[in-house]
C-alpha cells in the first residue's frame, strides 16, 4: 500500500454517510484522485471539518492496487476561495473550470500546469479580477497541457478576415460552410495567437475575450462529446 501526500484542490465531494464523504480530488503530483474520508465531518478529527468543492490544502491518502478508491487519512485546510459562494458569475467560471479538469484528465496522471493554472485562475476571479481572461488562460493551458493545442496557423486562409475552426482538425481551416466548422473572425485567431506567444493582452477589447473564450468552449465541447451542465450555466446566457 503506497503512501501519499500531496497539495490538493477538491473537485467534488459526496456524503458517503452521516460522518463520512467520498472525494474527487485534483492533486499536484499525482493527478486526479478520488478517496474515502472515513469520519470527515466529525468536528473533531483529521479532516478540517470535511471536504467543500474550489477549496484548497494538504492531503495525506493511502493507494492500495486492489481498488480506485484511495483511502484518504489526513486533510489540512489552506485556503476557501470565497467568491466562489458568494458571487454568481466566479460562481459559474469556477464550476465550469473544475468540471473541465474532471472530464479532461484521467486519475493519477499528474499534469502540475493544470494544477498551477486552476489555482492561479481562482485566485484571480476571487480578487475580483474580470472572468474573461483567467478563464481563456486556463482553458488555453488544459487544452494545452493534455494534448489539444488548438492548430492557429493555416495557410491556406491567409488573408481571409473570416475563418473556421474545425474540432475535427483541432484547428483553424477554410470558411467552407462544412458541418465540421464553425466560423470565427480573424482578431479572433489573433488573440490566441498572442495568448500562444505570452504577449501582452491588455489593449483587448473584452467582447473579443469573450469571443475567444467561447470558441475554446466549444473545441472543449466537441472532445468532452457533449454539452455539459457546467457548460450551459456558463455560457447560456
Known sequence: MAILSDTAICLRCWDFSETSQTVSLLTREHGIIRGLAKG???DKGSFSGGFDPA???NIVARIKPTTDLALLTEWR?????WQVRNDLQVNKAAIYAIDLVGRLITDHDPHEKVFD???VTLDRVDDGHDIDWPLLQFQWT???ETGYKPNLVNHDCDGDEILAFSSITGGVVPDTGEVDRVRVRRETIDLLQM??????????????????NRLLAHYLR???????????????K
Do not use: F, H, Y
Open 195 to 212: 495568448l500562444s506567444n505570452n504577449q501582452n493582452m491588455q489593449p483587448v477589447e473584452p467582447k473579443a475575450m469573450e469571443r475567444a
Open 142 to 144: 488544459l487544452l494545452v
Open 222 to 236: 466537441d472532445l468532452i462529446g457533449k454539452e455539459t451542465s457546467a457548460m450551459r450555466w456558463m455560457w447560456n
Open 40 to 42: 470527515s465531518k466529525r
Open 77 to 81: 485546510l489552506e485556503q476557501v476561495w
Open 117 to 119: 493554472a486552476l489555482c
Open 55 to 57: 477549496t484548497r490544502g
